[in-house]
């Protein structure tokens, strides 16, 4: 088994944690560190480990190896979202990286008020941009928005099969989406968070912008359906599937 320790040889660069700190002893420099979790393959668990060695680590982990991790899992969407010019993403990487690969699920009196399904990690999920105007009203769908495939926990009970998604918006602070939220006075969630990035919430139900064809989209039936934008530009929903019999049925709504 791999081991951080493993890592402590000749001392290139000082840790900003403390004097007790084991990586007082010397560590490998950036570029070996990235030169080994390349080849790797940027796994998400040993990059999380390296992120609680110390605040040195943390630092390089947040700004070098999370977003390395992001592109080798989705350049072309990682390549749309900087294309603009900037050379970072709304929320950092490591809440990027988040959403890539986990589903946040859901607690009792939480904020999709359903029964507990825990959070787990999603390693192969699919981001669509063309699913993603399919949440979007009309005069919304000039913005970029990256949903995934529901992920799906089906037999729960009263709720029946339970389908989350996940996205993110190239941009989201100039978005028409974030004005037109701002113009109809929507309200913060007032006791929940983005589980990505910790930002406030917008709850997209109450400021009645969900389209049909998003429900259209997942699957799902049209009344249960709901999601919330954060202020990063993350998007998280539920919604209630339908049986597969019927939605093979359903007809992409325009």
């Known amino acids: 088994m791999w081991h951080v320790q493993k890592m402590i040889i000749t001392k290139q660069y000082r840790c900003i944690h403390s004097a007790s700190c084991m990586c007082t002893k ?16 940027w796994n998400p668990k040993i990059i999380a480990t390296l992120s609680c060695a110390c605040k040195w680590f943390d630092d390089l982990v947040k700004r070098v190896l999370w977003k390395e991790f992001c592109r080798t899992r989705a350049p072309k969407m990682m390549h749309d979202l900087q294309s603009s010019g900037s050379h970072s993403v709304d929320g950092n990487w490591s809440a990027l990286a988040k959403l890539l690969i986990y589903c946040s699920g859901c607690k009792k009196d939480g904020l999709f008020n359903k029964i507990y399904i825990p959070g787990h990690f999603a390693y192969r999920t699919r981001f669509s941009r063309t699913s993603g105007k399919s949440f979007l009203l009309p005069n919304c769908r000039s913005d970029v928005l990256y949903v995934s495939d529901p992920c799906e926990h089906l037999d729960q009970g009263e709720e029946g099969d339970v389908g989350f998604f ?29 589980p990505y990035c910790k930002g406030k919430l917008w709850s997209m139900l109450q400021a009645k912008m969900i389209p049909q064809s998003a429900s259209c989209r997942l699957g799902a039936y049209e009344d249960c359906i709901e999601y919330y ?3 990063n530009g993350h998007v998280l929903g539920v919604c209630t599937l339908l049986p597969l019999s019927d939605s093979e049925e359903v007809s992409e709504f325009d």
């Open 26 to 41: 010397g560590h490998l420099s950036e570029d070996v560190i990235f030169l080994l979790l390349q080849h790797l393959n």
């Open 166 to 194: 996940r996205g993110v918006f190239k941009s989201f602070a100039t978005s028409k989406v974030r004005k037109m939220l701002i113009r109809r006075g929507a309200k913060f969630h007032p006791t929940e968070f983005c």
């Open 229 to 231: 934008v954060c202020l």
